[in-house]
C-alpha cells in the first residue's frame, strides 16, 4: 500500500476501515468558483450528516431523483439536468473546484433541480439516501485505477454497488460509463453478479440520449478509443 510523507497509508480510510475509491486532493480553485461556492453554496449545496435527508423538502419538490457520483468539473450533470427538468439531481463529489465549477453552471444557467454534497459517496448513500428513495442513479467514468495493484481502488465493486442498488426504487436504473476496457468488463461481472439489478442490453448498452458526449470523449472517440455504457435496472 502507498505511503504519504508521513508514513500513512494514502488510501486507508482509518476510521471507516475501508480503501477509498480516490485520493483527496486540494485543487486549484480559481476567482470565478470560489465565487460560485460563497454566493451559490447556501442554497445549492447539501451539508452531510449522519442522518437521513429529506429529498423532497431539499428541492421544495416531490419528483423523481438521479444521484451522480463523481460528477468532476460538471458539465454533463449540467447538460442532464438542463434537459431533464421534471427530474430532481444530487451531484456528489469530494474535489471543491468542481463543486465551485458546478455551482458556477447552476448560476450561468438558472438550473433549480441540482443540489450538491460535497463528501465520500460510499458514507453518503449509508447515511443520508434512504433505501428504494432514488429513481436512478449515475457513475459516469470513474478513475479506472489502471495498474493491475491499484485495481482494488476502484468504485466499482460488490459492495458499492449492492449498497447502490438497495437506495434505488424498483423501476429505477443504474448507469455506468468508462472508456477503459477491462474496466468496463469489471464493471459488467460486477453488476451482473448484484441480484437486485437486471441488464437492459445483452452486455454493453446503446449510449442514453440523456448521456452527452463530452470533449474529452470526442477526442477518444476520434482516436478509435471505446466508450463502453451500463444501463442496469433494479428489479
Not at 476501515?17 to 470565478?32: D, E, M, Q
Not at 448513500?125 to 459516469?140: C, K, Q, R, Y
Not at 477526442?219 to 442496469?232: A, E, I, T, Y
Amino acid at each position: 500500500m502507498s505511503e504519504n510523507k508521513s508514513g500513512k497509508p494514502l488510501f486507508y480510510d482509518p476510521t471507516e476501515h475501508r480503501i477509498r475509491s480516490f485520493v483527496t486532493r486540494a485543487g486549484r480553485l480559481s476567482t470565478a468558483q470560489a465565487r460560485a461556492i460563497e454566493e451559490l453554496g447556501p442554497q445549492f449545496c447539501v451539508s452531510y450528516n449522519k442522518a437521513e435527508v429529506d429529498l423532497a423538502q431539499v428541492f421544495g419538490r416531490s419528483a423523481p431523483t438521479i444521484l451522480e457520483i463523481g460528477f468532476g468539473m460538471g458539465e454533463t450533470s449540467a447538460k442532464i439536468a438542463a434537459g431533464m427538468p421534471e427530474k430532481n439531481f444530487v451531484g456528489v463529489e469530494v474535489h471543491t473546484p468542481g463543486v465551485g465549477s458546478l455551482l458556477k453552471l447552476i448560476g450561468e444557467q438558472q438550473l433549480s433541480n441540482l443540489r450538491l454534497i460535497q463528501h465520500d459517496a460510499v458514507e453518503v448513500l449509508t447515511n443520508m439516501i434512504a433505501p428504494g428513495s432514488l429513481a436512478g442513479a449515475h457513475v459516469f467514468f470513474p478513475d479506472p485505477w489502471h495498474k493491475a495493484r491499484h485495481n482494488k481502488r476502484r468504485l466499482i465493486q460488490g459492495p458499492l454497488v449492492s449498497l447502490l442498488a438497495s437506495r434505488i426504487a424498483p423501476g429505477g436504473y443504474l448507469h455506468c460509463a468508462t472508456d477503459w476496457q477491462e474496466y468496463a468488463e469489471q464493471m459488467l461481472e460486477v453488476l451482473s453478479a448484484e441480484p437486485l439489478l437486471k441488464n437492459t442490453a445483452e452486455t454493453y448498452a446503446e449510449r442514453p440520449e440523456y448521456r452527452p458526449v463530452t470533449k474529452f470523449e470526442n477526442r477518444g472517440l476520434r482516436l478509435g478509443h471505446g466508450v463502453w455504457d451500463l444501463v442496469f435496472t433494479r428489479v
